[in-house]
T-cell receptor, first 115, second 110 residues
Framework: NAGVTQTPKFRVLKTGQSMTLLCAQDMNHEYMYWYRQDPGMGLRLIHY???????AKGEVPDGYNVSRLKKQNFLLGLESAAPSQTSVYFCASSYGLAGNTDTQYFGPGTRLTVL | QQPVQSPQAVILREGEDAVINCSSS?????VHWYRQKHGEAPVFLMILLKGGEQKGHDKISASFNEKKQQSSLYLTASQLSYSGTYFC???????????WGAGTKLIIKP
C-alpha cells in the first residue's frame, strides 16, 4: 500500500517550458488536492477534485491546469512555467465520505525550480 | 483569508508543555491540525468539528472555540519527536477547501 505518490521528486525548468506533475493514490479516495508551499506561507490550494472527471479551482489556480481522468490519478500541468511558480508542490487525497471534514493524506512533494 | 497562528516559533526543553493557537476572522466549520517535519509531507494530527466532536491523536489535545473562531493545540510533556512545524487548516463552509495558516515552528531540545 503505497499511499500517495508523486512524480517527479525534483525538476528544474526554464521559463516558458511546460511540464506535468503526476499524483497517484491507491486508497480509493474520492477527493484529491494540489497545493503549493512557499517559505513562510503555509499551504495554498491550487486545484482540487471531488471525483473522477471533476475539477475545481482553489485559492491560486492561475497558470495551472489539472485533470482527473482516472479516480486514482490527479495531474497538475504548467503550460508556460514562470519563476513565480518555483515552489514545493504537494498532492493530497481524502475519502470525502463526510464532505471535506476529513483527514488528508499527503504525498512526499515535488520540488520545482523555474529559472 | 488565511488564519493567524501564534506563536510563529517556540523553543522548549524536552518535557515542557506548549500551546499553539489558530485564529480566524471567519465563522469556522472545522479546524484541522497537521505537523510537518523538515523536508517531509504534512501529517495529520487532529480534526475539531463544530459542535464539539474531536477526531485525532491520543497524545495531543486541542480545543475549538466556535464563538471566537479560535483553536488551540496542546502538546503536553513534549518529546524530541514533537519537533516540526505545526499548521492549522480552517474550513469556513463546506466547499471542500481548507485555508492554512503560515505555521508554528516548534523546536524541542534535550
Amino acid at each position: 500500500n503505497a499511499g500517495v505518490t508523486q512524480t517527479p521528486k525534483f525538476r528544474v525548468l526554464k521559463t516558458g517550458q511546460s511540464m506535468t506533475l503526476l499524483c497517484a493514490q491507491d486508497m480509493n479516495h474520492e477527493y484529491m488536492y494540489w497545493y503549493r508551499q512557499d517559505p513562510g506561507m503555509g499551504l495554498r490550494l491550487i486545484h482540487y477534485s471531488v471525483g473522477e472527471g471533476t475539477t475545481a479551482k482553489g485559492e491560486v489556480p492561475d497558470g495551472y491546469n489539472v485533470s482527473r481522468l482516472k479516480k486514482q490519478n490527479f495531474l497538475l500541468g504548467l503550460e508556460s512555467a514562470a519563476p513565480s511558480q518555483t515552489s514545493v508542490y504537494f498532492c493530497a487525497s481524502s475519502y470525502g465520505l463526510a464532505g471535506n471534514t476529513d483527514t488528508q493524506y499527503f504525498g512526499p512533494g515535488t520540488r520545482l525550480t523555474v529559472l | 483569508q488565511q488564519p493567524v497562528q501564534s506563536p510563529q516559533a517556540v523553543i522548549l526543553r524536552e518535557g515542557e508543555d506548549a500551546v499553539i493557537n489558530c485564529s480566524s476572522s471567519k465563522a469556522l466549520y472545522s479546524v484541522h491540525w497537521y505537523r510537518q517535519k523538515h523536508g517531509e509531507a504534512p501529517v495529520f494530527l487532529m480534526i475539531l468539528l463544530k459542535g464539539g466532536e474531536q477526531k485525532g491523536h491520543d497524545k495531543i489535545s486541542a480545543s475549538f472555540n466556535e464563538k471566537k473562531q479560535q483553536s488551540s493545540l496542546y502538546l503536553t510533556a513534549s518529546q524530541l519527536s514533537y519537533s516540526g512545524t505545526y499548521f492549522c487548516g480552517t474550513e469556513s463552509r463546506s466547499n471542500y477547501q481548507l485555508i492554512w495558516g503560515a505555521g508554528t515552528k516548534l523546536i524541542i531540545k534535550p
